[in-house]
Each structure stands twice: as C-alpha cells, then as structure tokens.
C-alpha cells in the first residue's frame, strides 16, 4: 500500500541552525501538505502546496520557513534558523485532490525536531 | 482558536462494546469531515470521512454521524477491539481553501478485555 514517507525521523539541532525536512509524498497525489504537533498540544496546519507553489499558510508559517519540490519525488520544509519553541512533530501530508475540493490527506509518520 | 472540538480527552470501553466518540465545530463553512486515529510515535492514520450533503458514512465497523444543525459529529466504532486503542482525532475542511484541516485535540480510547 503506497505511503508517505519522511526523513530523518528525528532531528537535533541547535538554535540559530537550519534543518530541512524530506518527504516523498505518494506517488500520484499532487497536493502536499505540512503540519506540525507541539507536545500535548494540537495539530496544525502550516503550509499547502500544489503545483510548484504554496497554496495557503498559516501565520505560523512565517519568513523562516519554506517548501520547496526539488524534484518530482521529494516535498521538503526548510526552516533557516531555528528557534526553541520550533520543537514539534512534523507531519508531511499528501491527497490526490485538495484545491476547491476537499477530500482525504494521508499522512508521514512525522520528524520529531528538538531545537536544543 | 477552537473551531473544532473535542471535549472529553479520554474514554474506556470494554472490548465488544461500543465506542463513540464526539466532535464539534464552530465554523459553518466545513463542508467536510474527517476522523484519523493516532498511534504514539506515527503519523495520524486516515479513517472515514463524510461530506455536508450525508448525515451517515460506514465503512466495516466505523460509521461517521454529522448533525450539521447542532454542529456536531460523532465516530461509533462497533464492535470494539483492543487494536483500536489509540487516539483519535476529528478534523474539518471546506472547499475553496486547498483543503486544510482544522483539527481537535484529541481523544483517547482504551479497549479494555
């Protein structure tokens, strides 16, 4: 059964760093997806992605961050420098249709970022 | 911001028995509705979802219920097993947005034998 992928599937960093957060979205979905879950706290949504451009964003989605599809495979989340309150579980997300359409997201099983 | 809730964090059903699982929303604008259930240390895992047009969606042992009138939905899980504990999470969307989901915060269910 096709599933989304995510690597590394923890990342330590020190604040001010950049990470990047690779995910291979399923195969045949277009539309792509960022969230992330504080601990004891709700998932969020971050950012939306189709068609080489960002769809919509949240206002947590600010200047520091930025997602990118290198290549026809990878959806990546750079955040250029990280701060402590970045710590989370970062959820990629994919679906086959998203925009004016709602329907299904299948999620990665998540990047725990701890900014020490 | 709490647009979608989920007001108890945690519930006990003995095996065999019904587990339901409730849900509500303040935005009238979601049209669509979906239910994912979590395990510690994965990715929320897809469930069942249901449209603005249904007030009923079953698949096997999940069925969804929406009452848009009071805003409220709910994930009935019959008959329970131990390998659904784990927690659940209501989330909502509408059309026109790209589709991002609102999510709750949660819901603990404990399978007991």
């Known amino acids: 059964e096709p599933e989304v992928t995510q690597t590394p599937s923890h990342q330590v960093t020190q604040m001010g760093q950049e990470v990047i957060l690779r995910c291979v979205p399923i195969s045949n979905h277009l539309y792509f997806y960022w969230y992330r879950q504080i601990l004891g706290q709700k998932v969020e949504f971050l950012v939306s992605f189709y068609n080489n451009e960002i769809s919509e964003k949240s206002e947590i989605f600010d200047d520091q961050f930025s997602v990118e599809r290198p290549d026809g495979s990878n959806f990546t989340l750079k955040i250029r420098s990280t701060k402590l309150e970045d710590s989370a579980m970062y959820f990629c997300?994919?679906?086959?249709?998203?925009?004016?359409?709602?329907?299904?997201?299948?999620f990665g099983p998540g990047t725990r970022l701890t900014v020490t | 911001d709490q647009q979608v809730k989920q007001n108890s964090p945690s519930l006990s059903v003995q095996e065999g028995r019904i587990s339901i699982l409730n849900c509500d929303y303040t935005?009238?604008?979601?049209?669509?509705f979906l239910w994912y259930k979590k395990y510690p240390a994965e990715g929320p895992t897809f469930l069942i979802s249901i449209s603005s047009i249904k007030d009923k969606n079953e698949d096997g042992r999940f069925t969804v219920f929406l009452n848009k009138s009071a805003k409220h939905l709910s994930l009935h899980i019959v008959p329970s097993q131990p390998g659904d504990s784990a927690v659940y999470f209501c989330a909502a969307s509408y059309t026109g947005t790209a589709s991002k989901l609102t999510f709750g915060t949660g819901t603990r269910l404990q399978v007991t034998l």
């Open positions: 997300a994919s679906s086959a249709r998203g925009l004016g359409v709602a329907y299904e997201q299948y």
């Open positions: 935005n009238s604008m979601f049209d669509y």
